[in-house]
């Protein structure tokens, strides 16, 4: 058969309320999360043996790691499913900086596990999926489904929430990495925040959604930037561009959201902060 494809989308947390170390060693969250029009590119073919190829613009940041999530996850589908070893030729372009609060490994491993399904005509909903995909991580499901939804729990308890507007934004990533395990343990250190889950919006019209969603909190936000301050200046950067409504770090970061009216806002303003900071990495997309 032919090669397929599937974009693997970045996840934005639009807010992510935490509270403190519960005694399972877990936080509990409460967060809406959104997908973009950007990320990681998969694509697979029947092959002989199993194999992960990785290229593009962030494909050195994941050198040295023999067996990612793209692995992990098709081989717990291949087990799952009873075959030993799955023949599929796997290529991950990798167009999503690493450690960015992008959820972009479990995205990528959502992706890699739809792929694998259909490459082999295997018997498993997307339903099913998501359990495969949660035994990778806690942003295994959300990913699988990368559709708009609530999050509470570890993150892995979904409510689908279809009355989300388009919302054009702009990612931000000042080049920095993130490390979640860090930026909890900065948080613990001095634990501020409580996982409430507010009432959604009376409107859900997108000017509604972004003065309610400006109400809301990042409470990993401040810990992150105290061990990363250049996460603290893209915030303050971006906050700077013309037509900005919102502006927030997304999971533990380092990457960087803004909320606009219009797309072209966004377009003009990555532009705009593209010409000043080359160095960062900016994409205007559209948030669903």
């Known amino acids: 058969m032919a090669a397929i494809a599937r974009l693997a989308p970045a996840k934005v947390n639009l807010f992510l309320h935490v509270g403190p170390l519960e005694a399972d060693g877990y936080h509990p969250l ?23 190829t990785v290229t593009g613009p962030f494909a050195e940041a994941l050198d040295g790691e023999g067996d990612n999530l793209v ?17 599929l030729a796997i290529t991950l372009d990798k167009h999503l900086p690493v450690s960015a609060g992008l959820g972009g490994g479990s995205s990528d491993a959502g992706a890699a596990l739809k792929l694998a399904r259909d490459a082999l005509g295997l018997p498993f909903d997307d339903a099913a999926l998501a359990g495969i995909a949660a035994g990778i991580g806690a ?20 409510t689908f929430e279809g009355r989300l507007p388009p919302l054009p934004a702009l990612l ?5 990495p993130s490390s979640t395990g860090a930026v909890y343990r900065g948080f613990d250190a001095k634990p501020s925040g409580r996982a409430d889950r507010p009432a959604p919006p009376a409107d859900w019209g997108a000017a509604s959604v972004i003065d309610w969603l400006a109400a809301r909190r990042n409470d990993l936000q401040a810990p992150a930037v105290a061990l990363a301050p250049a996460i603290g200046e893209a915030l303050s950067v971006t906050a700077a561009l013309p037509g900005v409504r919102l502006t927030r770090m997304s999971g533990s970061g380092a990457t960087v959201f803004a909320l606009f009216d219009t797309t072209a806002a966004a377009r003009a303003a990555g532009e705009i902060l593209g ?3 080359p160095d960062w990495w900016v994409r205007p997309t559209v948030l669903r």
């Open 30 to 52: 409460a967060s809406l999360v959104a997908f973009a029009d950007v990320g990681d590119r998969l694509t697979v073919e029947r092959a002989e043996r199993l194999s992960l």
């Open 71 to 87: 692995l992990r996850a098709v081989r717990a589908l291949g087990a799952a499913a009873g075959i030993g070893e799955l023949g």
């Open 139 to 158: 942003d295994g499901p959300m990913c699988l489904h990368a559709r708009a939804a609530w999050a509470k729990g570890r993150g892995d308890v979904l």
């Open 172 to 176: 931000v990533n000042p080049g920095v």
């Open 275 to 277: 010409g000043d900071r």
